[in-house]
T-cell receptor, first 114, second 113 residues
Framework: NAGVMQNPRHLVRRRGQEARLRCSPM?????VYWYRQLPEEGLKFMVY????????ESGMPKERFSAEFPKEGPSILRIQQVVRGDSAAYFC????????????FGQGTRLTVV | GNSVTQMEGPVTLSEEAFLTINCTYT??????LFWYVQYPGEGLQLLLK?????DKGSNKGFEATYRKETTSFHLEKGSVQVSDSAVYFC????????????FGGGTRLMVKP
C-alpha cells in the first residue's frame, strides 16, 4: 500500500508564474490536509478537503491560493503569481475517516521562487 | 486559539545521553497531543500520541505523558542514538481525529557518537 504521494518533490518557479502541487492520498483515504512549512519553522495548517468539498480553509491566504480535491484524481494546491515569500515546503496528509484516524504525511514539495 | 510552544534547538547530545524536549500547549476543550519526527528531506512521521489526560504515549524508547494540570507533553528518551538525530515537532489536534494539527516550531536534535 503506497503512502501519500506528492509531486513534484522540488519545484522552481519565477516570480509571477503559477505553481501546481499534487497530492495523491493513501488508498482508501478520502480526507486530505495541506500544510506549509516555512524555513526553520513548524508546519502551519492551510486547508482540509474531502472529495469535491472544502471543509476548512481557515489557514489559506485569501489571495492567489486555491485547493481542490476532485472526484477523480489527486488533490491540487494551486498558487497563482508566486512571490519569493511563497518559497516553502508544502506537505499533504491524508486520513481514512474524520474521527479517530491518524493522518499520514507525504514527503512534501519544496517550492523555490526565484 | 490553540497554540503549541516547544523548546528551541538545536539540542546537541552525546550518544546514550538522556533526552528531554519540552512542549506546552494552549487549547480549548480537550485536545489530543502528538509528537512527530522529521528526518532530513523527509515528511513527518507520527512518533507517539496521547488522547486524554494522564495518558502516556510511547514508541521506539520515546515517551511523553499528557499533563493537563501543567498543559504539557514533554518528550523523553533514556538513551539517545545517533539515528535519533532529526527535528521533533509537538502538535495538538483541533478535533479528536488527530487531523487539522497545530504544530510547535520544532526542535532539532543532534546526537554525536
Amino acid at each position: 500500500n503506497a503512502g501519500v504521494m506528492q509531486n513534484p518533490r522540488h519545484l522552481v518557479r519565477r516570480r509571477g508564474q503559477e505553481a501546481r502541487l499534487r497530492c495523491s492520498p493513501m488508498k482508501g483515504h478520502s480526507h486530505v490536509y495541506w500544510y506549509r512549512q516555512l524555513p526553520e519553522e513548524g508546519l502551519k495548517f492551510m486547508v482540509y478537503l474531502q472529495k469535491e468539498n472544502i471543509i476548512d480553509e481557515s489557514g489559506m491566504p485569501k489571495e492567489r491560493f486555491s485547493a481542490e480535491f476532485p472526484k477523480e484524481g489527486p488533490s491540487i494546491l494551486r498558487i497563482q503569481q508566486v512571490v519569493r515569500g511563497d518559497s516553502a515546503a508544502y506537505f499533504c496528509a491524508s486520513s481514512k475517516i474524520e474521527g479517530g484516524a491518524e493522518a499520514f504525511f507525504g514527503q512534501g514539495t519544496r517550492l523555490t521562487v526565484v | 486559539g490553540n497554540s503549541v510552544t516547544q523548546m528551541e534547538g538545536p539540542v546537541t547530545l552525546s550518544e546514550e545521553a538522556f533526552l528531554t524536549i519540552n512542549c506546552t500547549y494552549t487549547a480549548t476543550g480537550y485536545p489530543s497531543l502528538f509528537w512527530y519526527v522529521q528526518y532530513p528531506g523527509e515528511g513527518l512521521q507520527l512518533l507517539l500520541k496521547a488522547t486524554k489526560a494522564d495518558d502516556k504515549g510511547s514508541n521506539k524508547g520515546f515517551e511523553a505523558t499528557y499533563r493537563k494540570e501543567t498543559t504539557s507533553f514533554h518528550l523523553e528518551k533514556g538513551s539517545v542514538q545517533v539515528s535519533d538525530s532529526a527535528v521533533y515537532f509537538c502538535a495538538l489536534s483541533r478535533n479528536n481525529a488527530g487531523n487539522m494539527l497545530t504544530f510547535g516550531g520544532g526542535t532539532r536534535l543532534m546526537v554525536k557518537p
